[in-house]
Structure formats: C-alpha cells, structure tokens
C-alpha cells in the first residue's frame, strides 16, 4: 500500500504569514496532485506536478515535487483568510493515493 | 469543462432504509469512476473504483454488498447504500477521470459530494 504523510496536519496563522505544507512517502510516484477542499464542496484540482524537481507557481502558491518524485511541498505567501480550507495532495500511480489532509485557517 | 454532478447533495434517511447517490460526468466521458468516504476534517477514503460495464473494484474492508456499485454507462455511477445505520452517516464524494486520459497524470474530477444522515 502507498501511503502519503502530509504535515502539519492542523495550521492556524494571521493573515500575511508565510506557511509551507509537506506531503511525504516512502513510494515513488508517478506525479502527484494538490487539491484544495472547502467544507460541503468536493476538492478541486490545484496543481499536478509530474517531474523530479519540478517547481510550479500559481499567484502565491509554489508547488514543488521532490527530485525522487516521494515528497512534494506546497508553500503559502502572503496566506489570506480566502486560502482556508483543507489541502489534499494524492500521488498517482493507477489510482490515487491521498494524504492525510492539512486543515489550515488563515485569521484576518 | 469536466464537470461532474453529484445528487442528491444531503439525504436523511430511517435506519433499515437504502439510499442511492449519482454521481454524473455532465461533459465528459469517464470510464472510471471512484467512491470516497470522508469524515470531518479528515482525507478521502477510497471506497471503490467503479469501472464502466464491470464490476467495481472495492478497498480492504469495503462490504461490496452494503455498498452496491454500479456504472452502466460512460457518464453515470451510482452507490447504493443498503439497509443503511447511524454508523453509515458520512460525507461521500465521487470523481471521475475522463476517459482515453493517462492515470499517472491526468486529474480527478469531483463532485461536491453528499451529506448522508442516518437516524
């Protein structure tokens, strides 16, 4: 079974801080996924990101997927209270693998 | 594009009663479809994979005959909960990949899920 750690699993931040979520695994993945969720609503696709090493940007947000491709990370800048919600990366090889989750809330 | 309907979005339903949810790609083809439970600011757990014109593929610990699958067509899976109980509340999710795309790296496409309540 391919397992995904993501950490921290809870994180509560002011508004403007900077915060970097990790996703871990001892498997390699053929790409991985990051999603967003917020309450009572399906997630939604973030970002995929397939090869070694690989950086990708959207607006505040920077994906990175590891050089072995078993860890990615996700890094907040600036995080504003609409960035709440659950975030989901899930590793793809067949079907999809999901981590646990990161539950952040940005406070105004 | 790449929408995908869920219905209904929360049912309650009597302990005993079954309850069938959709899960609908409304602009795609999907030959796969999955099933997920999730509890209260938890992850997704994978229940099933449902496969268009054959039987769904269950997870360790699934009961393939509480939870009845069905994908008939490209663009319609149902689960079926049957003689459902208290324990069987959750939030159950369905996403679905189009078909012809790659599984190692083409995205999931979710539905916003349904609010099962049993009492």
């Known amino acids: 079974t391919q397992l995904l750690e993501q950490s921290p699993q809870f994180l509560s931040i002011q508004e403007g801080e900077n915060l970097t979520v990790y996703c871990n695994s001892s498997?390699?993945?053929?790409?991985l996924q990051w999603y967003r969720q917020e309450p009572g609503e399906g997630p939604v696709l973030l970002v995929t990101?397939?090869?070694?090493?690989e950086v990708k940007k959207l607006k505040r947000l920077t994906f990175q997927f590891g050089d072995a491709r078993k860890d990615s990370s996700l890094h907040i800048t600036a995080a504003q209270p609409g960035d709440t919600g659950l975030y989901l990366c899930?590793?793809?090889?067949?079907?999809?693998?999901f981590g646990d989750g990161t539950t952040l809330t940005v406070k105004p | 594009g790449a929408v995908v309907s869920q219905h209904p979005s929360r049912v309650i339903c009597k302990s005993g009663t079954s309850v069938k949810i959709e899960c609908r790609s409304l602009?795609?083809?999907?030959?796969?479809m999955f099933w997920y439970r999730q509890f209260p600011k938890q992850s997704l757990m994978l229940m099933a994979t449902?496969?268009?014109?054959?039987?769904?593929?269950?997870e360790q610990g699934v009961e393939k005959d509480k939870f009845l699958i069905n994908h008939a067509s490209l663009t319609l899976s149902t689960l079926t909960v049957t003689s459902a109980h208290p324990e069987d509340s959750s939030f159950y999710i369905c996403?679905?990949?189009?078909?012809?795309?790659?599984?190692?790296?083409?995205?999931?496409?979710f539905g916003n899920g349904t609010r099962l309540t049993v009492t």
């Open positions: 602009d795609f083809q999907a030959t796969t």
């Open positions: 449902s496969n268009e014109g054959s039987k769904a593929t269950y």
């Open positions: 899930a590793g793809l090889a067949g079907k999809s693998t």
């Open positions: 498997s390699v993945f053929s790409s």
């Open positions: 990101v397939v090869t070694g090493g």
């Open positions: 996403s679905a990949r189009k078909s012809g795309m790659s599984s190692y790296n083409s995205p999931l496409h």
